[in-house]
């Protein structure tokens, strides 16, 4: 199940992550179009070439329907077979990292490619409109459809988007003190990467998801760390113990966090050890000397 809040709005897929695709602009999808066709144009000379070059037992008509079927294989059916076979793709959008897919964010299906390559060829297409019908609604609309797009609920977006890491979370200075005093020994790695992750997608999540995640976590980590001190956001709470974990965790890989000494013996006087006994007097054997 999904939900749209709108061609220019964000998609909200079935695990309620709202996905903001980057829709295609004018210039690079009017470049993916002029590769598109210059391909387009050698595949026709290609196979008009093969066409002229067979026996002459064909008549006019045969010559003319052959013709036809090359015409419909190069306008229709290059981009209709390329972007069911290639998920969305031709080789121009390929080259400009472009790819088309279903409004809700899903892979294109035949069907979505068919429409979308039909009312391209009849109406958006250079000819019956000169390119106008499909460049107006491009231009009014927020993810710059065409006519073709509008009626398969499709829209092209940018494939290859750098992608940012997000940093690590911080510990506000305010709350550095009371970090440094947690007692984060019961906090195991599976609930790190769970607030982790949590803190990472948090953007993305719808907000009554990000609500419901956030509190769940929070009720956790409070219930084997510490509550925290009073008007301290959810979010900031677990962004602060994960910081204090990371914190402590490099500490102790790079050797200084401080090593706690065994406790000394009081100073005093060392207790000397007990006199030796004495030796017992020598008895004189049965060949001593006379004293």
């Given at each position: 199940m999904t939900q749209q809040t709108g061609y220019g709005g964000p998609i909200v897929t079935g695990e309620a992550v709202a996905v903001e695709l980057r829709p295609a602009g004018v210039g690079s999808r009017g470049v993916a179009l002029i590769i598109d066709f210059i391909v387009q144009f050698l595949l026709a000379v290609l196979l008009l070439w093969l066409i002229a070059n067979l026996p002459s037992s064909l008549d006019v008509a045969g010559v003319e329907a052959l013709g036809l079927v090359v015409f419909v294989a190069i306008v229709l059916g290059y981009p209709v077979g390329f972007e069911t076979l290639w998920r969305g793709r031709t080789p121009g959008k390929a080259v400009m990292g472009l790819r088309v897919l279903r409004d809700d964010g899903g892979p294109v299906r035949f069907r979505h490619v068919f429409v979308r390559g039909l009312v391209g060829v009849v109406v958006d297409r250079p000819g019956l409109s000169f390119g106008l019908l499909a460049l107006i609604p491009m231009l009014m609309t927020a993810r710059s459809k065409r006519l073709g797009d509008l009626a398969a609920g499709t829209v092209v977006v940018q494939d290859r988007v750098p992608s940012r890491v997000a940093p690590p979370p911080e510990i506000p200075p305010q709350l550095a003190v009371w970090a440094g005093a947690l007692d984060l020994s019961r906090v195991t790695d599976d609930l790190a990467g769970q607030i982790r992750q949590f803190l990472t997608r948090a953007p993305q999540l719808a907000p009554w998801k990000r609500e419901e995640m956030g509190s769940r976590l929070f009720?956790?980590?409070?219930?084997?760390?510490?509550?925290?001190?009073?008007?301290?956001?959810?979010?900031?709470?677990?962004?602060?113990?994960?910081?204090?974990r990371r914190r402590r965790e490099i500490e102790r890989l790079q050797g200084t966090q401080p090593v706690m000494a065994p406790p000394s013996a009081p100073a005093g006087p060392t207790p000397s050890s007990p006199p030796a006994d004495p030796a017992p007097p020598a008895t004189p054997g049965p060949f001593a000397p006379p004293t």
């Open positions: 009720q956790e980590v409070v219930a084997v760390t510490a509550s925290p001190p009073a008007e301290v956001p959810p979010g900031v709470y677990l962004a602060t113990v994960l910081a204090e």
